[in-house]
């Protein structure tokens, strides 16, 4: 007689956790990652994130300035001043 | 952070781009390029030998917006002081 219990319902692993961490997470995240910057303005920054300090400036690689959807500079290296910065966004996944 | 460049903070950029011709863009379009003097934490900039690039948008009566006319007015300066609140970004010349 087999009284072992029937062998538990087969659950798929949960998904990895996406939501958790605090923003300062994220952003250790995103460094070296390719990043969407917006500014209050409205002109986004596409670019790869090389590094951000405590004021939310930031220092981006291989710029290219997007305003309504069009490419209007190309920079190799931008400084960006953190007042300005709405939000940043990955551009590829972490 | 990023190895290949030696560059661990923002203002690291702007460090490296002392002596350099950088872009500067400001509030209220403007645009500067000139060489770089100094700097500090606001981001106050002195610059020499710059050029200053004001875009004027003349929107025209009845014109869909973002079809207005786009005048570009330029001076130059020799030596000048840039507060750090008007400063949007700097580009330093591309280390190629």
């Given at each position: 007689m087999?009284?072992?219990?029937?062998?538990?319902?087969a659950?798929?692993?949960?998904?990895?956790?996406?939501?958790?961490?605090?923003?300062?997470?994220?952003?250790?995240?995103v460094?070296?990652?390719?990043?969407?910057?917006r500014?209050?303005?409205?002109?986004?920054y596409?670019?790869?994130?090389?590094?951000?300090?405590?004021?939310?400036?930031?220092?981006?690689?291989?710029?290219?300035?997007?305003?309504n959807?069009?490419?209007?500079?190309?920079?190799?290296?931008?400084?960006?001043r953190?007042?300005?910065?709405?939000?940043?966004?990955?551009?590829?996944?972490? | 952070?990023?190895?290949?460049?030696?560059?661990q903070?923002?203002?690291?950029?702007?460090?490296?781009s002392?002596s350099?011709?950088?872009?500067?863009?400001?509030?209220?379009?403007r645009e500067?390029?000139?060489?770089?003097?100094?700097?500090?934490?606001?981001?106050?900039?002195?610059?020499?030998?710059?050029?200053?690039?004001?875009?004027?948008v003349?929107?025209?009566?009845?014109?869909?917006?973002?079809?207005?006319?786009?005048?570009?007015?330029?001076?130059?300066?020799?030596?000048?002081?840039?507060?750090?609140?008007?400063?949007?970004?700097?580009?330093?010349?591309?280390?190629?």
């Amino acid at each position: 007689m087999d009284d072992s219990p029937p062998p538990p319902e087969a659950t798929p692993p949960p998904p990895p956790p996406v939501t958790s961490g605090s923003p300062t997470d994220f952003l250790k995240n995103v460094v070296g990652k390719r990043v969407v910057v917006r500014l209050t303005s409205g002109v986004d920054y596409r670019g790869v994130l090389s590094c951000l300090d405590g004021y939310m400036n930031i220092a981006l690689e291989q710029t290219e300035e997007h305003v309504n959807g069009t490419v209007t500079n190309r920079y190799g290296d931008a400084f960006i001043r953190g007042n300005n910065v709405l939000y940043i966004s990955a551009a590829e996944p972490l | 952070m990023d190895t290949s460049t030696g560059i661990q903070e923002p203002f690291d950029l702007i460090r490296l781009s002392l002596s350099e011709r950088v872009f500067v863009k400001l509030r209220g379009d403007r645009e500067l390029t000139g060489i770089l003097h100094a700097y500090d934490g606001h981001m106050n900039l002195i610059l020499s030998d710059v050029e200053e690039t004001i875009m004027l948008v003349d929107g025209m009566d009845g014109a869909p917006s973002g079809q207005g006319v786009v005048n570009v007015a330029k001076r130059k300066m020799e030596m000048l002081f840039v507060r750090g609140d008007g400063v949007i970004l700097v580009s330093p010349p591309s280390r190629t």
